[in-house]
């Protein structure tokens, strides 16, 4: 790789207005030690195709907007490094499993939809102290630590399109909404596993999924949804035999009145939401 002078992109292109189907178009560029996928077509973008579309915010891995299909796999483009495919060959297409808007652009929205159905929030009775706070939630190292992994989550949607599950059954709710239905049952501030019990009931829940193992395999950010769903069936199993534990949301704690603050350490802001 490291004699490599050129990398060609070989990119499904589809745009609506345009196109009665998609089509493949290639691309070559000059490779320079370090380039990733993203910053590829940038160039492509600026110097070859103008009118081509993905969509891109962060290049750093964190607000998972360049999700794409990388030479049959579905990755971050900011995230790929060009050298690391081990080829000069690169096909690129929108992820799998969505409909799409145009180009490398997938509609996430029925993802972002079927998550919102799904209480992605912490559930509680007291809405009052939630809305106009006054102290905070205990929670301790260890309790943090149960769903911790799991609320990495930048929603990218790779893991909904290397799901078999979700590119066959359309009620099926995926890897992601259901990752996230497992974060916050284990989070020991939330009260919620009634209400998001009855939002997964039927074959929109986890009894769908067959643990392929692909959801974590192409996950960027090592969240494993497939282990949070395996976890989220044995407690709703455990919930049927009444064997389920149930927890009591984390009680409010004050701010410690002997505590005391370092010099030249501010008051944190008043909340603004």
């Known amino acids: 790789m490291s004699e ?35 910053e590829g077509l940038w160039l492509i ?7 081509l579309v993905w969509r891109a915010s962060c290049r750093m891995g964190v607000c998972g907007s360049c999700g794409m299909l990388i030479n049959g796999m579905a990755r971050l483009a900011c995230n790929t490094q060009i050298s690391d495919l081990g080829t000069d060959q690169l096909v690129l297409a929108p992820l799998p499993n969505f409909n799409i808007i145009r180009d490398l652009v997938p509609d996430l929205m029925p993802m972002l939809s079927t998550h919102q159905d799904l209480h992605p929030y912490v559930v509680r009775d007291d ?43 359309p009620t099926y709710a ?4 259901l990752g996230q239905v497992q974060r916050y049952n284990t989070d020991t501030r939330d009260g919620g596993f009634e209400v998001r019990k009855e939002a997964i009931a039927g074959e929109r829940g986890p009894w769908r999924c067959h643990y392929a193992g692909e959801c974590s395999r192409v996950c960027p950010k090592g969240v ?44 944190a802001p008043k909340p603004t939401v």
């Open 174 to 177: 995926g890897p992601m909404p």
């Open 45 to 51: 973008k600026e110097t070859l195709a103008p009118d």
């Open 127 to 169: 809405v009052a102290e939630q809305e106009e706070p006054t102290g905070e939630y205990y929670q301790s190292i260890h309790d943090l630590e149960q769903y911790l992994q799991f609320s990495y989550c930048i929603k990218c949607g790779c893991c909904m399109a290397a799901c078999p599950t979700v590119a066959t059954d």
């Open 4 to 38: 490599m002078s050129k990398v060609t992109y070989r990119i499904r292109r589809y745009d609506p207005n345009r196109d009665t189907a998609p089509h493949y178009e290639t691309y070559t560029i000059d490779y320079t030690p370090g380039l990733t996928v993203l």
């Open 224 to 267: 494993d949804p497939a282990k949070a769903i395996q976890l989220l069936k044995r407690q709703m199993v455990l919930d049927v035999f009444g064997l389920r534990a149930k927890k009591c949301p984390s009680k409010l704690v004050g701010k410690p009145k002997d505590a005391k603050r370092r010099n030249g350490i501010p008051e």
